[in-house]
């Protein structure tokens, strides 16, 4: 067997000079109302970034808009090019030890620059004590879409189409090679401009990991592999810490087509993986659980039946499962407006979701 490489991707931050990109967005916002909201940043806490300093004199700092485990995301304006961008920054080291995610997530973002799900990256790369990306400016995530709607939920046309987005973003990343191992709501998100309004973006490959070799061979899968992920979006599979493949993407799809049409996941409220586990198995285990499906008018069935049935070993068909799926929003298309924007607010997105 021949021995397999590390992921040396992640041994070595690109710098900026080689990764800097002058390409540019239209200025204009398509709509303001999912513009991302500047957080209030705990004095008591430091940040990584100074609030109106120049980030390596060339991004004024306007503000934070978000912040995790791992690193935080900034507002800031190009004074060059006089447009927004977003700067995620996380500490070279963590615990004394050199943090390696996002040099990984630099690696695969670049690698996947040109796809259409992935965000328009303007340079990387590492300060004395930061590793940053600097991106375009996107949307709040379809997570928070969800809770500011009208019944914190999505329509079943809304609902169809960003599925089909995230399955392409998934069959693009899958193609290089790379499993996701988080995917869910809150790492997704929508351009901002005219001509990227309705353009999913998949975010955060922070937790990426290799499933095939250079050579487009699966690698031998790990006997226990450790938990990565998020509890609620997680495949049966995760949580019996199996090595994780596409399959485990998908699955977390299916779960995130559930939340977004009913409102909530039967588990939101457990707080114990091994309950959470049991009311998946229930779900899916021994065939669909139609009593399970009540809160989305029995809608994803077919969906999740052909989720659940796919061999964890083999490439997923992308295409049944994005024809399953096209059943939610037909006839309108991917560029046809979505619940937040201004002809949708008016609607009565229960009554649509209930036919």
């Not at 400016?137 to 999505?154: E, Q």
């Not at 994780?244 to 799809?253: E, G, K, L, N, T």
């Amino acid at each position: 067997m021949m021995k397999e490489k590390k992921q040396v991707e992640a041994e070595k931050t690109p710098s900026l000079a080689a990764t800097q990109s002058e390409r540019s967005e239209e200025k204009t916002f398509a709509n303001q109302d999912i513009l991302p909201k500047l957080k209030k940043i705990d004095c008591e806490e430091p940040s990584q970034l100074t609030i109106n300093d120049k980030f390596l004199k060339r991004w004024a700092v306007q503000g934070m808009i978000g912040k995790g485990g791992y690193g935080e995301i900034y507002l800031a304006v190009d004074v060059v090019r006089g447009e927004e961008v977003a700067i995620k920054v996380e500490p070279k080291k963590r615990k004394g030890k050199l943090a390696k995610r996002m040099i990984l997530e630099q690696h695969v973002l670049f690698k996947m620059q040109g796809k259409p799900h992935v965000p328009l990256i303007y340079g990387s790369g590492y300060t004395e004590k930061l590793n940053f990306i600097i991106m375009q400016i996107l949307s709040i995530n379809v997570g928070d879409m969800k809770k500011s709607s009208v019944n914190k939920r999505l329509s079943k046309c809304t609902t169809g189409r960003i599925i089909h987005q995230v399955l392409s973003a998934l069959r693009d990343l899958h193609e290089t090679g790379y499993v996701h191992r988080d995917v869910k709501p809150a790492n997704m998100c929508f351009g901002v401009y005219p001509q990227t309004c309705h353009t999913l973006i998949l975010l955060d490959f922070g937790l990426v990991r290799r499933y095939k070799t250079e050579t487009g061979e699966w690698r031998e899968p790990r006997l226990r592999a450790g938990f990565r992920g998020t509890t609620r979006y997680v495949s049966i599979r995760v949580h019996r810490r199996c090595e994780q493949a596409p399959y485990d993407d998908i699955a977390s799809v299916m779960y995130t087509s559930y939340e977004l049409l009913a409102g909530e996941l039967p588990w939101k409220h457990l707080e114990k993986s091994e309950e959470v586990l049991q009311l998946k198995e229930t779900m899916t285990e021994n065939g669909v659980n139609p009593e399970m499906f009540k809160g989305t008018n029995n809608l994803l069935v077919d969906f999740f039946k052909l989720c659940s049935e796919m061999d964890p070993a083999k490439e997923p068909c992308y295409d049944k499962l994005i024809e399953c799926i096209k059943v939610l929003y037909f006839p309108k298309t991917l560029t046809d407006s979505y619940d937040w924007e201004e002809d949708h607010k008016s609607e009565d997105l229960s009554e649509e979701n209930a036919k």
